[in-house]
């Protein structure tokens, strides 16, 4: 079940660079247009991701909302939403008191 993806988001200036939520196994980044992956959302306390979003105006800001919309029993609940400046080296949250 931790192959579901449940969102993607393109760095807009640099299409071959772009991350994929996944249900239940974090967030992964490509920057060779999906030849490679890397994880760069696996140490917090979910790992069940929902959304991500790219700054188009600053790139290496990303933010993920754990949780998923569509829980099933693999499946684990989100705690907030994260945020990454330097492209998902590193990451705040949960923000707003998660």
């Keep these: 079940m931790s192959g579901r993806?449940?969102?993607?988001?393109?760095?807009?200036?640099?299409?071959?660079?772009f991350y994929a939520a996944a249900?239940?196994?974090?967030?992964?980044k490509t920057s060779d247009n999906g030849?490679?992956?890397?994880?760069?959302?696996e140490n917090q306390a979910t790992n069940s991701i929902g959304v991500?979003?790219?700054?188009?105006?600053?790139?290496?800001?990303?933010?993920v909302g754990t949780g998923e919309a569509t829980n099933r029993q693999s499946s684990g609940w989100g705690d907030g939403v994260?945020?990454?400046?330097?492209?998902?080296?590193?990451?705040t949250g949960p923000l707003g008191g998660g």
């Design 82 to 91: 994260y945020k990454s400046t330097d492209g998902g080296e590193t990451w």
């Design 5 to 17: 993806f449940t969102d993607i988001a393109v760095n807009e200036s640099n299409p071959y660079e």
């Design 35 to 41: 030849v490679t992956w890397k994880v760069v959302f």
């Design 52 to 63: 991500v979003a790219v700054d188009q105006r600053n790139p290496q800001t990303v933010w």
């Design 23 to 28: 249900a239940t196994g974090g967030l992964w």
